[in-house]
């Protein structure tokens, strides 16, 4: 593993280790109400996420997977309108951290319980949480943003039946139908977003929007010789800068220069969902 990579890790693991005693990211005395709530519930998720993921690598759940897992369950509503879900943090910025977030937060939580090694997911003490999670990602797939529904269908093919038939195959028919004729998606068409600088939304294929679709249709079963998944990958192949190596995708939010380092975070996530599309096996 990189000495980078390695690092990472340790500080998640520590995060989680110590997280009775260390502070939120964003805590209510400087961010305001109630983001210590939104940031302990997006960090416990993450970590829970993050760590599995090594975990699953590895073969074994280790007990800072576990930690991270208790941490996880005991913010999770067990009430009201996000019954099921976690805090997560809004700052009004699409499609991560807005309203319709708590969402994407929430299918994160189950793809972490669905890669935890060692049959993690069929543990008995935690059946009741997991219920609490599969019925809130069934209750807003029919209405959340279509992105937020791609990652309802990517958390389906973890985690059995977070989705029901029905449920998958209209995102699946959703998703393809937004594919334009050059063979990618385009962020822009997967919400109704709007910038809060008034400037228009790129409509172009970008490597966001592409690499997520490509990377969930193949999640769901798709083969590669699939004419939609075929095509998308052509498109990212055919995409990718040659002097930086990366993906382009454009804020949601505002217009932003492409070379400055906010500008290049969309671009960021677009590389990292473009090379998961084209390494899966």
Known sequence: MPAPERRMLDNVANRVRLWRDVEPFYPDQTRGLPKTSESRGTEAVLNALILAGRD????????????????MWALQFRAGDQKGAWAWLNFHNEPWEANGSPYFGAALAAIAVGRAPGGYASSPEIQGQIKLLRDYLQRGADT???????MGLWASTQLPEVLTPVQRQAIVDAAIAKQQDDGGWS???????????GTPLDEKSDGLATGLVVLVLQSAGFTRADRHVRSGLAWLVEHQ???TGMWFASSLNKSRSPDSDIGKFMSDAATAYAVLALTRP
């Open 241 to 243: 800068d040659a002097k």
């Open 144 to 150: 959340v943003s279509l992105f937020n529904r791609i």
């Open 56 to 71: 699953a690598q590895n073969g074994a759940l280790s007990d800072d997977v576990r930690l991270a897992f208790g941490n």
């Open 187 to 197: 962020t822009n068409s997967l919400g109704t977003w709007k910038r809060y600088d």
